[in-house]
């Protein structure tokens, strides 16, 4: 075979990884004399390396994260109040293979979403499917979604490993559909024992005010806090 016609090859069996760096890996063989299972193995590696990132890649793309936080962009010295070794346990993913929640309540500016981000990416990074909602958004649109679209949407909510609902009670009464959704999610995702993390700035004792129903309430609560790691935070924002 030329190079052209291997080109071709590795185009029709989508070994794109091979196809990027084929011609420095030759290039470094002939230089190097390295022996072939050398470089078969560097060759391999370059695909197994690229499918991985393109995987990373697609599930950023579609869990609906805003940003790539991280815990080393993050001052730990700012606020020596926050519960630093919890957000490193839950920074640990070990929760999700657990099928434990987390709750990230406390003041505002505190940090509670940039950790959640932070962990959400995290678990991106480690081959995770995960869905990020931003409480508001979501409610706001699942309000005004068809039956069909509705059930569409909790159906994908279930098929990933950890969804994260941010900010939730941002705005402190929330549609009816939108207190339908948390209830819907909630009771599904506890019956699969999916990771759920919650964060935000309103007291668990006054979320039934806010759902205008505290039976619901109740409900949703019961059922979050069964397998979970609830962390405060306060201080400094
Ligand atoms: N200790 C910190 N180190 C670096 N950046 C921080 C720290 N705490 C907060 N921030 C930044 O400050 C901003 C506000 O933080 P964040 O949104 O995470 O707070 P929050 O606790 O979620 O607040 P709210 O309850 O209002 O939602 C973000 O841009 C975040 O990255
Ligand atoms: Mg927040």
């Given at each position: 075979m030329t190079l052209i016609e291997i080109e071709r090859a590795l185009k029709q069996l989508r070994l794109s990884g091979v196809r990027a760096t084929l011609q420095t890996r030759v290039l470094e063989a002939q230089t190097n004399n390295q022996p072939f299972i050398e470089t078969f193995a560097l060759v391999l590696q370059d695909e197994l390396d690229r499918r991985r990132s393109s995987l990373v890649e697609r599930r950023y793309r579609m869990s609906g994260l805003d940003e790539r936080a991280?815990?080393?962009?993050?001052?730990?010295?700012?606020?020596?109040?926050?519960p630093r070794a919890a957000c490193f346990e839950l920074h640990t993913l070990q929760f999700i293979a657990d099928g434990y929640n987390a709750l990230l309540i406390g003041?505002?500016?505190?940090g509670k979403s940039h950790l959640a981000k932070a962990i959400a990416y995290q678990a991106i990074l480690h081959g995770h499917r995960v869905s990020y909602l931003e409480s508001d958004t979501v409610f706001a649109r699942y309000a005004l979604c068809s039956p069909g679209t509705r059930e569409q949407l909790l159906k994908n909510l279930l098929d990933t490993d950890l969804v994260i609902i941010d900010d939730l009670f941002l705005a402190k009464h929330i549609p009816e559909a939108g207190a339908e959704f948390l209830q819907a999610l909630i009771h599904a995702r506890y019956k699969r024992h999916g990771s759920v993390v919650v964060t935000s700035n309103?007291?668990?004792?006054d979320w039934g005010a806010y759902l205008g129903d505290a039976t619901m309430a109740s409900t949703i609560l019961d059922r979050l806090m069964h397998r979970s790691h609830l962390l405060e935070f306060e201080g400094r924002s």
């Open positions: 991280s815990f080393n962009d993050f001052d730990w010295t700012f606020n020596t109040k926050l003041q505002p500016g505190t309103r007291v668990v004792q």
